[in-house]
């Protein structure tokens, strides 16, 4: 089941500019789901590409491939120094992890140096914390903040996609917790850190900075881009 936009929300980013960062990963999806918020979808894979925006996307990928390609392309300071300055951006699996200001497990490059963040979420992620791309799976999952969604028998529940999804270990004061993954689903648990008995928080909020380790874009789920814009206009 998937919950896209309703005719009253279809168009409710509109005179809206959203750019999707767009080094590598789903980025395409994004933009599509963007434009059906009724924003204008923009590319960026330039630091100029980013004045005049209202909010930005970090897609899903790979979150070593994308800080090395934002370095490569001279983005990954703008990118800091934007979000620092409040930026809204909304980060979904690798994007995630980018936002975040830890990573328990980081990559490291041939020199031994850890992969890199952009940050502004405090909080401490695990990259492929449900295990391999064999271990993708899919749940309904209980999120906040969906209350614009609501119909007679309440807030719909998100479906959610993981491919190689992080989880969050740590959330500082200020971050809210918008979804988790239950301990009813062992099965989809890595071998290093078995998940029964322990929920696993896999959406986030703070001030503009939203974040999700599941993919909505690929799945037909429109209501986090909506969140996303909501959080833009000051309406969530």
């Known amino acids: 089941m998937t919950n896209s936009l309703s005719a009253d929300s279809a168009r409710v980013g509109a005179g809206l500019r959203i750019g999707v960062l767009a080094l590598q990963g789903d980025f395409r999806e994004h933009l599509r789901a963007v434009e059906a918020t009724g924003a204008e979808a923009v590319g ?39 979000i620092a300055e ?89 971050v809210e917790v918008l979804a988790q993954v239950e301990p009813a689903e062992p099965e989809h648990a890595s071998h290093a850190v078995p998940l029964p008995g322990t929920a696993r928080i896999v959406a986030v909020r703070s001030g503009q900075l939203l974040a999700t380790s599941f993919h909505p874009e690929v799945t037909g789920e429109k209501r986090v881009h909506e969140l996303f814009i909501r959080m833009i206009r000051g309406e969530a």
């Not at 980018?98 to 502004?120: E, M, R, V």
């Not at 999952?141 to 309440?154: E, V, Y």
Request: proline share 8%; hydrophobic share 40%; with cysteine.
């Open 44 to 82: 960026i894979r330039r630091p100029k590409e980013l004045d005049g925006l209202d909010g930005l996307i970090i897609p899903g990928g790979e979150s070593t491939a994308i800080d090395k390609l934002a370095r490569a392309f001279d983005l990954a300071e703008p990118l800091r120094e934007r």
């Open 86 to 174: 409040g930026l809204p951006v909304y980060g979904s699996c690798a994007g995630m992890i980018l936002l975040a200001s830890d990573i328990a497990d980081p990559a490291t490059d041939l020199s031994g140096a850890p992969q890199q963040t952009f940050g502004g979420l405090d909080m401490t992620v695990r990259r492929n914390a449900f295990g391999r791309q064999r271990d993708s799976f899919e749940t309904d999952l209980d999120f906040k903040g969906l209350d614009f969604s609501a119909t007679d028998a309440g807030v719909p529940p998100v479906h959610a996609v993981f491919i190689r999804g992080p989880w969050v270990e740590r959330v500082g004061p200020d």
